[in-house]
T-cell receptor, first 116, second 114 residues
């Protein structure tokens, strides 16, 4: 079955630690996205990528980093510079790299990050 | 700046009653409009979308939405709510002029009472 997988489902971070959230898709989609979801704030875009080895900052990129070495993978690293990382993180993808912002985005099940 | 407003943070309806969730957007041109649903602790599932053409669009699970340009609205409706519809609903707006981004509303939480 085609879809988007995110792992782990729950992740704990200690102070000063970097952690990496995994996102994999087998939909052959060009574009991939990372969102952060906080209660009462909807979804906010962290980073997106339209093509391998290229990515763009979203509205809240500070304290985060990404890579896109393979079309199907778009991992997100939450660095120690992100002072309030506790949130629900959602990965998404869409088909056409030239229609980002126009096409349907398909979402993974999410990763909840908690700070110890 | 583009924005999406969902004025109702939380709505409670009785099972079998009709439902309307409001969404207003701030954007000059004709946007691409979406409604997503999210169950607790899960990702988002697309209910329906509007790109162009007929302003009344049908989606999954018996939902429909109507695009009203004059009111900058894209309200979601369902004639008879089922208990399984209890979830969080998000309206989203996208277009290439938005800088390749979707803008999401803050969501409306739906409770269904028997």
């Amino acid at each position: 079955d085609g879809g988007i997988t995110q792992s782990p489902k729950y992740l704990f971070r200690k102070e000063g630690q970097n952690v990496t959230l995994s996102c994999e898709q087998n939909l052959n989609h060009d574009a991939m996205y990372w969102y952060r979801q906080d209660p009462g704030q909807g979804l906010r875009l962290i980073y997106y990528s339209q093509i391998v080895n290229d990515f763009q900052k979203g509205d809240i990129a500070e304290g985060y980093s990404v890579s896109r070495e393979k079309k199907e993978s778009f991992p997100l690293t939450v660095t120690s510079a992100q002072k309030n990382p506790t949130a629900f993180y959602l990965c998404a993808s869409s088909i056409d790299r030239d229609r980002v912002g126009e096409e349907t985005q398909y979402f993974g099940p999410g990763t909840r990050l908690l700070v110890l | 700046a583009q924005s999406v407003t969902q004025p109702d943070i939380h709505i409670t309806v009785s099972e079998g009653a009709s439902l309307e969730l409001r969404c207003n957007y701030s954007y000059g041109a004709t946007p691409y409009l979406f409604w997503y649903v999210q169950s607790p602790g899960q990702g988002l599932q697309l209910l329906l979308k509007y790109f162009s053409g007929d302003t009344l669009v049908q989606g999954i699970k018996g939902f429909e939405a109507e695009f009203k340009r004059s009111q900058s609205s894209f309200n979601l409706r369902k004639p008879s709510v089922h208990w399984s519809d209890a979830a969080e609903y998000f309206c989203a707006v996208g277009a290439p002029e938005t800088g390749n981004q979707f803008y999401f509303g803050t969501g409306t939480s739906l409770t269904v009472i028997p």
